[in-house]
């Protein structure tokens, strides 16, 4: 059984910094690819960042270049987002995806964590 599980979501203010992290678990589970996709009330999950498994290609939305930073620690099946200067428009829930190739498309990914809410207060 694959199981994503994100952490570090919460409220924070405008120009603040929030670190997400996701823990893969699962028998013998190393992705290619890891992906982070974000969901606001009321609009369609979108593309956030993605890496690749040995880091050396990464992808960021327009959106969030400059600002977020995708990681990853293969010795923990752990992926990061660093999010530095949030602004309100980053409210929404965060999930980790990862699937055997990189894309911007939530198709691609075939596992999914449950979630974390990121709040930014103005």
């Known amino acids: 059984q694959v199981q994503l599980v994100e952490s570090g979501g919460g409220l924070v203010q405008v120009g603040g910094s929030l670190r997400l992290s996701c823990a893969a678990s699962?028998?013998?589970?190393?992705?290619?690819?890891m992906g982070w996709f974000r969901q606001a009330s009321g609009k369609d999950r979108e593309f956030v960042s993605a890496i690749s498994r040995s880091g050396s290609w990464t992808e960021y939305a327009d959106s969030v270049k400059g600002r977020f930073t995708v990681s990853r620690d293969n010795a923990k099946n752990t992926v990061h987002l660093q999010m530095n200067s949030l602004k309100p428009e980053d409210t929404a829930v965060y999930y980790c995806a990862a699937g055997p190739v990189g894309s911007r498309s939530p198709r691609a990914y075939s596992y999914w964590g449950q979630g974390t809410q990121v709040t930014v207060s103005s």
């Open positions: 699962g028998r013998t589970f190393s992705p290619n690819f």
